[in-house]
Structure formats: structure tokens, C-alpha cells
T-cell receptor
Framework: EAGVAQSPRYKIIEKRQSVAFWCNPI?????LYWYQQILGQGPKLLIQ????????DSQLPKDRFSAERLKGVDSTLKIQPAKLEDSAVYLC???????????FGDGTRLSIL | ELKVEQNPLFLSMQEGKNYTIYCNYS?????LYWYRQDPGKSLESLFV?????AVKQEGRLMASLDTKARLSTLHITAAVHDLSATYFC?????????????FGTGTRLTVIP
């Protein structure tokens, strides 16, 4: 089966600019997650979708981050405006059930200048 | 917030040796996952542990879970160079229907020929 697809793989922007990331989960996976992984740390959950509804966004910095999952399939994560501390890898994951392991995409490496 | 601690953070070991990575977590959980991450790559699911006393083995890796001690271990037997990677444990909680994962900081394993 095809894995979780993410694009772009790399993005370099200046602070205060905006950026968007795209994710296509594994077919049939109802649950989709966005994580932020800062260099040298474990991934930190930003937001979780169940189909096209938000289940948990308690750790999403809502003043600058937004995410949507239209039609319950693809998802986009946006940062506007970006800050230097947003430099990280943004990982998308999907799973088929609550206890099933999450399958991760290759991530988008974001560098803020 | 659930805290997950791994130790050691860095591990350098010779081929053929055995070693154990430890994962402690701070509150009750009913699921624990181990992931592997190669440099510049995404996370690969290794094990899912869902009950006290659970033990899973795959090749030279064996994972176990003690929910009473809030401890999981990842044991490496007769290490080979291909096992060099960063290993993360992740503890799951289910709050308000969300399947949240909290990741440890990772253990960077280097196997020396």
C-alpha cells in the first residue's frame, strides 16, 4: 500500500512569511495527525483529525498555525506569520484505528531565515 | 501533561554486544509504541504494546511493557551496524476521544563495527 505522502520536502522562508504543507494519508485511514519535530527532540502533536473533524488541537499555536482536512482525506497545515522558532520538521501521520500504530510521512523540513 | 523519559539519550555499542534502552512515563497509559528513525527519514513503527507484561520480538529487537512500573524496555541482542538509528518510545493516552501520543526524546544508537 502507498504510504503517507507529504509535500514539499523542504521549504526555506523568511520570518513573517507564510507557508503551507500538504499531506495525503494512507487510503482508508480516518485519523490524521500533524506533528512538529524540532531537531534533537521527539515529535510533538499539533493537531488530530478524525475524518474531517478536529479531535484535538490543544497544542496548536492557533494565533499563527491553522490546519484543515476538507472531505476527510487530504490535509493542509499553514503557518502565518512564521517565526524563527518554527524551524522544524513537520510530520504527517495517519492511522486506521485508535490503538493501531501511526504511519508517518517523510516530513517537510522548514527553515526560517 | 504526560512526560516520557528515555535513557540513555546516546548509546554507542560494539557489534555483537547486548544493550537495553529504557522508557519511563509519568501517568497511567494503556498503550506504548516503539519507533525507529534513520537520519533524514521518517519514523518507522517497530512495536505496539497494549497490555501489562506484553513482550514483542522482531529479529534482534525485543520490547516489553510493565504498566505498573510505567516502564518499557527495548532490548538489543548481538547488535549489528544496520541497527544504528534513533529509537523513540511513544506513550498513548485517550482523552476526550483523541488518541494522543507523547514521544520521548529518543535514543541515538550507533553500532560500531
Amino acid at each position: 500500500e502507498a504510504g503517507v505522502a507529504q509535500s514539499p520536502r523542504y521549504k526555506i522562508i523568511e520570518k513573517r512569511q507564510s507557508v503551507a504543507f500538504w499531506c495525503n494519508p494512507i487510503s482508508g485511514h480516518a485519523t490524521l495527525y500533524w506533528y512538529q519535530q524540532i531537531l534533537g527532540q521527539g515529535p510533538k502533536l499539533l493537531i488530530q483529525f478524525q475524518n474531517n473533524g478536529v479531535v484535538d488541537d490543544s497544542q496548536l499555536p492557533k494565533d499563527r498555525f491553522s490546519a484543515e482536512r476538507l472531505k476527510g482525506v487530504d490535509s493542509t497545515l499553514k503557518i502565518q506569520p512564521a517565526k524563527l522558532e518554527d524551524s522544524a520538521v513537520y510530520l504527517c501521520a495517519s492511522s486506521s484505528g485508535q490503538v493501531q500504530p501511526q504511519h508517518f510521512g517523510d516530513g517537510t523540513r522548514l527553515s526560517i531565515l | 501533561e504526560l512526560k516520557v523519559e528515555q535513557n540513555p539519550l546516546f548509546l554507542s555499542m560494539q557489534e555483537g554486544k547486548n544493550y537495553t534502552i529504557y522508557c519511563n512515563y509519568s501517568t497511567t497509559s494503556d498503550r506504548l509504541y516503539w519507533y525507529r528513525q534513520d537520519p533524514g527519514k521518517s519514523l518507522e513503527s517497530l512495536f505496539v504494546l497494549l497490555s501489562n507484561g506484553a513482550v514483542k520480538q522482531e529479529g534482534r529487537l525485543m520490547a516489553s511493557l510493565d504498566t505498573k512500573a510505567r516502564l518499557s524496555t527495548l532490548h538489543i541482542t548481538a547488535a549489528v551496524h544496520d541497527l544504528s538509528a534513533t529509537y523513540f518510545c511513544a506513550v498513548g493516552t485517550q482523552q476526550t476521544g483523541a488518541n494522543n501520543l507523547f514521544f520521548g526524546t529518543g535514543t541515538r544508537l550507533t553500532v560500531i563495527p
